[in-house]
T-cell receptor
Framework: ETGVTQSPTHLIKTRGQQVTLRCSSQ?????VSWYQQALGQGPQFIFQ???????GRGNFPPRFSGLQFPNYSSELNVNALELDDSALYLC????????????FGPGTRLTVT | GENVEQHPSTLSVQEGDSAVIKCTYS??????FPWYKQELGKRPQLIID?????GEKKDQRIAVTLNKTAKHFSLHITETQPEDSAVYFC??????????????FGKGTKLSVKP
């Protein structure tokens, strides 16, 4: 098991609400990447945070935003939730730019009703 | 945009047989190719990876090969065991600028190993 943790484990929200997901990176890692994994699909890259700044973004709208804190933990915020946002949200930590290996947390299962 | 194609989507083998999963990528600047194993309800687990300066890498029963000219890479599992049953994902990094660490994933291969 990796040292990456995420909270909460599960979450149920109503369409139009806002949600905040949290991720603590593995000890010694400085970068957190967020992915969305729909049922039966591979993870899709949302964005990456390095040195508390966004370092690359996938094809996701601005209502997906994030933060990284000085201890390298990170938050993913999603505003104006839509039904299609229902998915497993995974974060992965790494030591950028030295290593490319990314280690995933257990994920947060978000259900939007 | 960049993408990663993965085949087959499902693979069923008998215990002890070999399994091969193949991926192709489109970004010629990609230089890092990891493979993840995801069991039902669990996190993706990094099982092996390869850099573009290497053609093959082996770790016990699993091996990965890379053909940069053809832009494809493969996962080989020998002497399969029931505990190898899972969904396997290949990925490639975006090879440009500050996004080198960002991964593009294939759609996954569900491997079933029958005892």
């Amino acid at each position: 098991e990796t040292g990456v943790t995420q909270s909460p484990t599960h979450l149920i929200k109503t369409r139009g609400q806002q949600v905040t997901l949290r991720c603590s990176s593995q000890s010694g890692h400085n970068t957190v990447s967020w992915y969305q994994q729909a049922l039966g699909q591979g993870p899709q890259f949302i964005f990456q945070y390095y040195r508390e700044e966004e370092n690359g973004r996938g094809n996701f709208p601005p209502r997906f935003s994030g933060l990284q804190f000085p201890n390298y933990s990170s938050e993913l915020n999603v505003n104006a939730l839509e039904l299609d946002d229902s998915a497993l949200y995974l974060c992965a930590s790494s030591l950028f730019p030295r290593d490319y290996e990314q280690y995933f947390g257990p994920g947060t299962r978000l259900t939007v009703t | 945009g960049e993408n990663v194609e993965q085949h087959p989507s499902t693979l069923s083998v008998q215990e002890g047989d070999s399994a091969v999963i193949k991926c192709t990528y489109s970004d010629s600047a990609s230089n890092y190719f990891p493979w993840y194993k995801q069991e039902l309800g669990k996190r993706p687990q990094l099982i092996i990876d390869i850099r573009s300066n290497v053609g093959e890498k082996k770790d016990q029963r699993i091996a990965v090969t890379l053909n940069k000219t053809a832009k494809h890479f493969s996962l080989h599992i020998t002497e399969t065991q029931p505990e190898d049953s899972a969904v396997y994902f290949c990925a490639a990094n975006r090879g440009y600028g500050g996004s080198q660490g960002n991964l593009i994933f294939g759609k996954g291969t569900k491997l079933s190993v029958k005892p």
